[in-house]
């Protein structure tokens, strides 16, 4: 059964203080920029440093040549806005000003390590070649006492070694001091896990190359948190050799994730997988110029393939199909039985890439903050919901250097849902969106009583916290009540 990512927050007992802060101080971290800003009901949004700006500017959209689709537009800007850890992350539609734009590219360019990986590793196909020469291992998973939900999503980035298969189509060069075992460990890991994988490493210690994946490992001796020059030489001709051939679409493809926001490589797409936040695989090899294909797959329930122009026969997981050649095929998994999908559409309620959750999923496209202006069912609930609306904004603005888009229930538009995911605060007395999608979420919200299921809540003393498609469109995500999950952390 398809569930949604629900949770109850009861109010905090009289007397916490970590809700109390409602004004959320100005963003702090490095050098600090002057930011002008407007109140609003206690939070503070800036105003656009350059009112001019038109819609969508500064957006990165690099095609990989003929592998370019609808989603790539839509991608290439989420895939830096994660990877660049030095960038700011606004809810806005992504516009940035030149110095941005510039910083953008050369991430793009090189691929900025996040805990010791390269964005490669969740987005294979984006990258001519990467280098990972720093990061730290997140041990988040070693914590006691998490439960099994928690560690299920942390398999998204907490374990990004375990993606280290993804270089199979993306030459990456990991690299660091040898004095530097903190950071070293990072690039370590991922070597060690691609040997688990099959492809073993040759070569001296500080120079070992990967067999059959293009995986190359270097340390610098003698050295810290740094790059000596003879590792910086081969370095940057790893790069040029890899950055001068460019992309090609490859006949062979290995690939892993563990969601379907992560769920492409060149002409494979995982839109469907068994189970999410456990690991899905696919080898797709065509042969034939394009004409056979065979595939194996695991934890997969649908599979897209394109650059299919000339396909007549495909093999998957041992069953034979007959298609049709044409520039895109949809695959279907009903229990061990594929399926050529006519038309590609999928009905029904499935989770599928960027509409699969967990909650701070929505917060990798634009969203849109909305306040309650009405009169609440229950006060209380509604002044606990304006309390953590002030925390995501305090939050946001600390670690990602700006603040959400917010907008009163009054002034939401139609139009803002076809833009937005939408982050609602309220209930559905004092919030006029929360009352119209009333009935048509997964649960039952009275005056009196929050029905989900099966279980009854008292609504004076709770709400629900969620992530579910939007009803009024289902394309984007509708968010309740709900802080970053960063905000456990903090």
């Known amino acids: ?86 960038l700011r992350l606004r809810g806005d539609d992504g516009a940035v000003d030149r110095a941005d734009e510039e910083k953008r590219e050369e991430c793009l360019e090189r691929g900025r390590a996040r805990e010791g990986h390269a964005p490669g590793d969740l987005r294979p196909d984006r990258f001519a070649a990467a280098e990972i020469g720093a990061g730290t291992v997140s041990r988040r998973a070693q914590q006691p006492g998490l439960t099994p939900y928690q560690l299920a999503t942390l398999r998204i980035w907490e374990n990004i070694s375990e993606w ?23 690039s370590l890991r991922a070597r060690r896990q691609l040997e688990k994988e099959g492809f073993p490493s040759v070569g001296e210690p500080d120079y070992l190359r990967s067999q059959g994946a293009p995986g190359l490992w270097m340390q610098s001796k003698a050295t810290g948190h740094g790059t000596s020059p003879l590792v910086r030489q081969r370095l940057d001709a790893f790069l040029k050799e890899h950055g001068d051939k460019g ?18 490589d060149y002409w494979v797409s995982a839109d469907g997988l068994g189970k999410h936040y456990e690991r899905a695989e696919v080898d797709a090899e065509r042969t034939g110029g394009g004409a056979a294909y065979d595939i194996k797959t695991k934890n997969v329930s649908r599979l897209v393939l394109r650059e299919t122009e000339k396909a007549g026969e495909i093999r998957i997981d041992g069953e034979g199909l007959k298609v049709s050649g044409g520039p895109e095929i ?30 701070d999923d929505a917060f990798l496209d634009p969203f849109l903050m909305v306040r309650p202006t009405g009169k609440p069912w229950n006060e209380a609930v509604n002044q606990q919901a304006l309390r953590t609306m002030a925390r995501f904004d ?3 603005g600390r670690y990602f250097r700006g603040h959400p888009f917010v907008k009163d229930d009054t002034e939401v538009t ?17 919030n006029r969106w929360i009352a119209a999608m009333n009935g048509k979420l997964p649960f039952t919200w009275t005056r009196e009583s929050i029905g989900m299921e099966g279980k009854t809540y008292p609504a004076p003393e709770n709400y629900p916290a969620m992530i579910y498609p939007n009803p009024l469109n289902p394309s984007k995500y509708v968010v309740l009540n709900t802080v970053l999950a960063l905000a456990l952390a903090v």
């Open 247 to 264: 992309q090609t679409s490859p006949d062979h493809i290995r690939f892993l994730t563990y969601t379907t926001r992560y769920n492409r």
């Open 1 to 86: 059964m398809l569930r949604p990512y629900t949770i109850l927050d009861t109010l905090p007992q009289v007397g916490r203080t970590r809700w109390q802060q409602q004004v959320p101080p100005q963003p702090r971290g490095g050098r600090r920029t002057k930011q002008r800003t407007k109140p609003i009901d206690g939070l503070r949004v800036p105003v656009p440093r350059d009112q001019g700006r038109t819609e969508g500017a500064g957006r990165i959209q690099r095609s990989a040549g003929k592998h370019a689709s609808a989603q790539d537009a839509h991608d290439h800007d989420q895939t830096d806005r994660e990877s660049c850890d030095a």
């Open 164 to 186: 280290a298969l993804n270089i199979y189509n993306l030459p990456l060069a990991g690299h660091d001091g040898e004095n530097d075992p903190g950071q070293l460990e990072s």
């Open 414 to 430: 139609e139009a803002d849902f076809g833009k937005y995911h939408v982050v609602l605060f309220g209930d559905p007395g004092s």
């Open 394 to 396: 305090n939050l946001w």
């Open 330 to 359: 949809t695959l279907g998994k009903e229990g061990d039985k594929w399926a050529v999908v006519k038309g590609g559409a999928w009905e029904g309620l499935h989770k599928t890439h960027a509409l699969q959750g967990p909650i």
